[in-house]
DNA sequence: AATCTATCCAACCGCTCTCCA
DNA sequence: CTGGAGAGCGGTTGGATAGAT
């Protein structure tokens, strides 16, 4: 279709809202309700459009939001959500009361989306390097290492990455040294000369037991909050 | 202390969808 | 069936703030 945008007509107040505004819009909604978008600046006597109204109720004025941090469950739920449902933040939104869809859209932006980017690079690149470790160890091609993409349950991979973030930030509290896929991957090929971790991964694939290959994972990536409390094989 | 850079988030823009005459 | 109006959605922007140098 292609209108003109609403806020085009002279006069119509942008950018943020004051508290002044905020109050006017609030006690008209309270009273009259929200009938009509385009016309309730008007009869609110506000100086913007109706979009700009809406847009400021839904997501900020609301009596029904949640202001504040999300919680790890939350993020779990959006980074599950989306990779069901794709960039459908409203859809989301949904299933999180008392979020909007702006507002998961930009933690997805500012946060998740670099947890998971994060993720998926050191789930490679030990994958790569336990790859070579297997080719090398056991010189057969049906013995080659597992692939954690055999993991693909959503939900597991949005635990996993939500436990890699604790981790994480447990981590740089505790000053421990930046401990990166490489590094766990050559400790475990020192410490299990004999079996070895794709020999590990090996025995998940052949079980089916991708529940247990993800625990292994989680564990291997996040788990330990010392070098002491690195699993043993 | 001053400046630069990165990050966050509220708000805007433009498009699509839905409803109705 | 068609087209206009309003609502809703997703992408993007820009100002404020925090952190780094």
């Known amino acids: 279709m292609g209108r003109a945008p609403c806020c085009e007509k ?12 905020d109050q006017i819009l609030i006690s008209f909604i309270q009273q009259n309700g929200h009938g009509n978008w385009r016309a309730l600046p008007k009869l609110a006597g506000l100086l913007r459009c109706g979009k700009s109204c809406r847009l400021r109720w839904i997501n900020y004025l609301r009596p029904d939001i949640k202001r504040g ?15 069901k449902l794709g960039n459908k933040w409203a ?8 979020r909007t869809d702006n507002e998961i859209k930009n933690v997805w932006h500012t946060h998740l989306k670099k947890k998971l ?45 939500i436990k890699s973030e604790q981790n994480t930030e447990l981590s740089e509290s505790s000053k421990i040294p930046e401990i990166d896929a490489s590094f766990w991957s050559e400790e475990f090929t020192i410490n299990n000369q004999d079996k070895g971790v794709p020999g590990i991964i090996e025995e998940f694939q052949e079980s089916g037991n991708v529940d247990a290959e993800m625990d292994f994972w989680c564990n291997l990536f996040s788990g330990a909050e010392d070098f002491k409390d690195l699993p043993e094989f």
Request: hydrophobic letters at 25%; proline letters at 4%; a negative charge.
């Open 10 to 21: 002279m006069g119509l107040k942008k950018g943020p809202w004051s508290s002044e505004e």
């Open 69 to 83: 941090n999300f919680s790890k469950e939350e993020e779990e739920t959006i980074i599950e959500l989306h990779q």
């Open 91 to 98: 859809a989301i939104a949904a299933k999180l009361p008392g």
């Open 117 to 161: 980017k994060n993720y998926d690079q050191v789930k490679n690149e030990s994958n790569v390097k336990m790859q070579v470790e297997s080719e090398n160890r056991r010189n057969s091609p049906q013995h080659s290492t597992s692939e954690l993409s055999s993991v693909t349950d959503s939900s597991a991979k949005a635990k996993c990455v």
